[in-house]
């Protein structure tokens, strides 16, 4: 339960922060399934010996559509990796401050007979 504003922005920083990393992670693991579907559809060109305009035509249209959706994944992962990287490297000193905080806020709230619901 949360009590507090503090409380409630460090859970909504940690939220976001799981969120981030779990997005990157998405990303990341759907490039490397274009960049496998990439190198089969190359294969696939390389053993195919001679095709006529037809076949070389499907085989361009594959690999533009897994060029585009690559290039697609890679903006989205430009544009998140400067929130992922800087919640990574900020969230854990965030927390361990947080941490000094409440230990602090819990013997100041001890001294002045005071509960942490006020």
Same mark, same amino acid.
């Given at each position: ?14 939220? /976001? ?9 998405? %990303? ?38 897994? %060029?585009?959706?690559?290039? %697609?994944?890679?903006?989205? %992962?430009?544009? /998140? ?38």
């Amino acid at each position: 339960m949360i009590t507090n504003i503090a409380e409630e922005c460090f859970y909504r920083l940690q939220e /976001l922060h799981a969120y981030v990393k779990e997005s990157h992670e998405t %990303l990341n693991r759907f490039q490397s399934l274009l960049d496998k579907q990439l190198a089969q559809c190359y294969h696939d060109i390389e053993r195919s010996g001679e095709f006529d305009v037809a076949e070389g035509h499907n085989y361009a249209q594959k690999l533009k559509e897994i %060029l585009t959706n690559r290039r %697609l994944v890679k903006d989205e %992962l430009a544009r /998140l990796s400067p929130v992922h990287n800087f919640l990574r490297d900020e969230v854990d000193k965030t927390s361990e401050q947080y941490q000094r905080a409440v230990r602090r806020s819990y013997e100041l709230r001890q001294e002045l007979n005071v509960t942490g619901d006020r």
